[in-house]
Every structure is written in C-alpha cells, then in structure tokens.
C-alpha cells in the first residue's frame, strides 16, 4: 500500500541554487528523503529528529541532521491553511548558517 503524501513542499529558490551548491554531494543527494519524511508529517518528522524555534523563527521548525560529526539544520515552515497544505524549506546548511539564512528569507 502507497504512502499517502499529506503536505506539499516547496523549496525557497535559494535553497536550490545556493544551499545545494554547499552541502557535500552524499548529503545533498538525502534533500528528496528529507522532502518525503516533511511531506509525509512534518511535526513527527519519522527517525530525523525536528524542534520548534524560537525567537525571530518563531513559528518555524528545524530537521536536526548529524552528518560526518558535522551538525546541519533544514529550517522549514509549515502552512495548514489555505488548502492545500505545504511546507516551505527555507534553508538547508550547516547549523548557524541555515538560521542566519533562514532569517534572511523568511520574508522574501
């Protein structure tokens, strides 16, 4: 039986064009995984673990991605209304530089 696919997610334009360019190849090759566990819940992110943020992400979330010993962070937002629901994927890079990225665009 299918996995039914409950959120669409979308990737801020930066995320691919600069985020991706940054990421080692292997963990850039894992971007589609970690597009499928936020599609599937992005608040029970399944086996990645994920937190709420605070302060000026207040409202978003974070997938915590150890990779190599090497700490990365997905910061995304959830959007429930309006149909259909979504996930936008505001940064994908290593810990301070995915916050700091994320803050940039959030209102892009």
């Not at 086996?47 to 700490?71: C, D, F, M």
């Amino acid at each position: 039986m299918a996995t039914r696919i409950r959120y669409k997610v979308q990737l801020h334009q930066r995320v691919t064009r600069e985020d991706a360019l940054d990421l080692p190849a292997l963990l850039r090759e894992d971007l589609p995984r970690y597009q499928q566990i936020l599609a599937l819940d992005p608040y029970k992110t399944r086996k990645v673990p994920s937190h709420r943020l605070k302060g000026e992400l207040t409202g978003y979330r974070a997938l915590e991605i150890n990779w190599n010993g090497v700490a990365y962070r997905l910061v995304y937002r959830i959007y429930d209304t309006p149909s259909p629901r979504r996930v936008l994927v505001l940064s994908f890079a290593e810990h301070d530089p995915a916050y700091e990225r994320a803050i940039a665009r959030k209102d892009l």
